[in-house]
């Protein structure tokens, strides 16, 4: 998993609230457990003017104009503001794994449903949480200021917007630290790599019959 430190990131912003993980990534699209390629389908029926269908050249679909990530201030954008209840909806984990795809590293919102929030961390995304006066004034300088940036330092816990102001946000320390050095549950469990090692030569010896 990429760690994630600090952040100078272009900032999209999808001013909806209630965003569901269908939304995020539409079911059809479920059907490979890979992490990668969900990007192009990332808000499929809202980035596409037809249905698409797992597979497809997404390359080569009718893109809706209107919506947020088609337009070509926000392209490349790596921060995505958005409103309360962010990923609320069935559990998928294709949800982050489409996002972090698309190129976003971070989500800045109010709230997130709670499997979303935690599936974020797991999948190398910051999900941060801010009050909803903060919120509101980042979508209103979003929206007059073309090529909006934020600056995210996670050690520091803070969100840094261009003219100065620095916003501080809470995070679980034990999820701190897993994305600051990059750790997956797998990376978790390979700290102790040369331990599960000794384990498992140590239980050849005390009970071979396991090994027969």
Known sequence: MKAFTTLDGLVAPLDRANVDTDAIIPKQYLKSIKRSGFGPTLFDEWRYLDVGEPGQDHSKRPQNPDFVLNQPRFQGASVLL?????????????????????????????????????????????????????????????????????????????????????????????????????????????????????????????QPWLFA
């Not at 384990?199 to 005390?206: G, K, P, S």
């Open 82 to 206: 958005v409103r309360e209840n962010f990923g609320c909806g069935s559990s998928r984990e294709h949800a982050p794994w489409a996002i972090e795809d698309f190129g976003f590293r971070a989500i800045i919102g109010t709230t997130f449903a709670d499997i979303f929030y935690s599936n974020c961390f797991k999948n190398g995304l910051l999900p941060i949480r801010l009050p909803e006066k903060e919120v509101e004034q980042l979508f209103l300088q979003c929206a007059g200021t073309p090529g909006y940036r934020l600056t995210i330092d996670l050690d520091q816990q803070v969100v840094r917007r261009p003219d100065g102001h620095a916003i501080k946000f809470d995070v679980d320390p034990f999820r701190k630290y897993c994305l600051l050095n990059g750790f997956d549950d797998i990376g978790l469990t390979l700290r102790h790599a040369d331990k599960i090692r000794e384990f498992e030569a140590r239980r050849r010896i005390e």
